[in-house]
Nanobody, 123 residues
Framework: VQLQASGGGLVQVGGSLRLSCAAS????????TAWFRQAPGKEREFAAA????????VYADSVKGRFTISRDNAKNTVYLQMNSLKPEDTAVYYC?????????????????WGQGTLVTVSS
């Protein structure tokens, strides 16, 4: 499966952005999907994940209550709605997918990755 992340950009503190992760090659409906992010000079960190059926979602404490992950399997797309953005949310955001029913929060559990989209939050 190939993943294409989009929707990043420059936004002011308190603003919103919606990231999209479009899948091709195979239907994403059977894949658990996650968003990770990597700020300059830092390790890649987990942000959110959603099961293939949307029945389960998991969020990092740092984004809980501000970010919402969702999916539209008919469109083979997973979204990350980001509200109340803070400067510390500035990072390259990557979507990742893994086949199966479980969702994970470690990068090594996801074999498929998109190319990343840059989000910059200015103060």
């Amino acid at each position: 499966v190939q993943l294409q992340a989009s929707g990043g950009g420059l936004v002011q503190v308190g603003g919103s952005l919606r990231l999209s992760c479009a899948a091709s090659g195979r239907a994403v409906s059977s894949y658990a999907t996650a968003w990770f992010r990597q700020a300059p000079g830092k390790e890649r960190e987990f942000a959110a994940a959603i099961s293939w059926s949307s029945s389960s979602t998991v969020y990092a404490d740092s984004v809980k209550g501000r970010f919402t992950i969702s999916r539209d399997n008919a469109k083979n797309t997973v979204y990350l709605q980001m509200n109340s953005l803070k400067p510390e949310d500035t990072a390259v955001y990557y979507c990742a997918a893994t086949n199966g029913y479980s969702i994970y929060n470690l990068p090594e559990d996801y074999p498929f990755w998109g190319q990343g989209t840059l989000v910059t939050v200015s103060s």
